[in-house]
């Protein structure tokens, strides 16, 4: 599964570049973005694409800093659900709480963390491999809820610090003055810290009737989406079906995390590495007896098993009965 993600800025970008003249095959370039998928009514885009596509706006603006004015003054409810939730809460803590805990109704790409929040902290991160170029985007989110916190409290709100992930070595300076607080590059993670008194702060635009329904139809369409399982878990068993016998440190390496940070947002999740991995060979082997006539030994193998003793006392393990009497009590039923 490719991560997706809300392209619907993606759109306003595209229709920026085409009122200063730049044409349709200009603007796609070699990102391979069809452009028409973004005349769509809730347009999507694989994540890949849509950090391509505003990577592909500062090389034809020449401007590297694109991606951050791209974030202000944009009108935010053409996000939808999550907009009115969010411009709904009655503060600032309930707020980024709440575009934690519902981003997932608009993309499977985005993982925010709010567990820190008592600090005044929130990080986010996007599933892609760290090879995807995505610091236009990065810095196109950070301007994009730092101009909606100031204009959602109508107050000056000024972060103590903002990290970013990626490097950036000069053209700065007119983001250090919209922040207005010291910026970090190459961190860890990205990261936004706010005053914690920040977090108090009334929303004025918040009204608890259209609080409580956006709230309402945000849960009805994460119980219905595909997202219902965490994006992290999906992408993890992505890459493990690339490579069942890839370590955890390989799967990190490959979906643009470190070891520790893969670990602590699968803590986050209730799981595991060890049980993400488990969870998916237990679904595939099962399948592949159920839809399969394949040996024993050969599905072991598929999943990285060293033999069959092994494969077999894990499926008695996953199922309460071994691979042969599975099998011979499906055929059974089948008949």
């Known amino acids: 599964m490719t991560p997706e993600h809300t392209a619907v800025w993606g759109k306003t970008l595209v229709d920026e570049l085409k009122s200063r003249g730049f044409s349709p095959s200009q ?10 998928v973004l005349e769509q009514d809730e347009p999507k885009l694989n994540f890949e694409q849509l950090a391509l596509l505003f990577e ?17 003054n944009r009108d935010f409810r053409r996000s939808g659900l999550i907009a009115y939730v969010g411009l709904s809460s009655p503060t600032v803590r309930t707020m980024l709480e709440n575009l934690s805990r519902y981003q997932r109704v608009s993309s499977d790409a985005i993982e925010i963390d709010t567990r820190r929040i008592d600090e005044g902290i929130v990080e986010w991160h996007f599933h892609a491999p760290r090879a995807v170029s995505r610091r236009q985007y990065v810095e196109f989110g950070a301007a994009g809820i730092v101009d909606a916190l100031r204009r959602l409290t109508g107050r000056k709100i000024y972060p103590e610090r903002i990290d970013f992930r990626h490097y950036r070595s000069q053209g700065d300076g007119p983001m250090r003055k919209y922040f207005g607080c010291p910026l970090r590059f190459g961190s860890d993670e990205n990261r936004l810290s706010l005053k914690v008194t920040d977090l108090s702060i009334p929303l004025v635009t918040a ?4 609080y409580r329904l956006m709230k309402k139809y945000c849960e009805e369409a994460i119980a219905k989406s595909k997202a219902t399982k965490p994006p992290l878990i999906a992408v993890v068993e992505e890459a493990i079906a690339k490579d069942v016998t890839a370590t955890q440190a390989k799967v990190a390496r490959k979906i643009g995390m470190s070891v520790r940070t ?11 590495y060890k049980e993400v991995l488990e969870d998916y060979r237990a679904a595939m082997s099962r399948s592949m007896i159920d839809g399969s006539d394949m040996s024993f030994t050969e599905i072991a193998y598929i999943l990285g098993y060293a033999d069959l003793s092994t494969f077999s006392s ?22």
């Open 207 to 210: 009204d608890n009737h259209l």
């Open 27 to 36: 603007i796609a370039g070699n990102t391979g973005v069809r452009l028409w």
């Open 262 to 272: 893969l670990s602590r947002r699968l803590s986050a999740e209730g799981t595991t």
């Open 314 to 335: 894990a499926f008695r393990r996953w199922v309460g009965s071994s691979p042969t009497q599975y099998r011979d009590r499906i055929a059974n039923e089948i008949c």
């Open 56 to 72: 592909r706006a500062a090389e034809l603006t020449n401007d590297s800093l694109v991606g951050f004015r791209h974030g202000q």
